[in-house]
């Protein structure tokens, strides 16, 4: 279960610049630039990908994500 802290960044972050793979365990995720995801691993989703469109600056996506890698854009992932 994600709480409050964990969109807070009370358990860290990792901020991403680049396309390289990131894992670990995150309860939201704040897009910076304007991104687009090549993989997003999101536990209990289901229904279609969220890859290969632009999600614009300032949204912030909740959940539980295990794994993300970007095509483009900067997102900063606040650890669970």
Do not use: C, P
């Amino acid at each position: 279960v994600v709480g409050t802290t964990d969109v807070k960044g009370m358990n860290g972050v990792v901020v991403t610049t680049n396309t390289s793979a990131v894992t670990g365990t995150f309860g939201a995720i704040q897009i910076l630039e304007d991104a687009t995801f090549s993989l997003l691993t999101e536990t209990g989703a289901s229904g279609q990908a969220m890859t290969g469109f632009s999600i614009s600056a300032g949204t912030v996506l909740y959940g539980v994500f295990t794994a993300y890698t970007l095509s483009s854009g900067k997102v900063r992932a606040y650890k669970a």
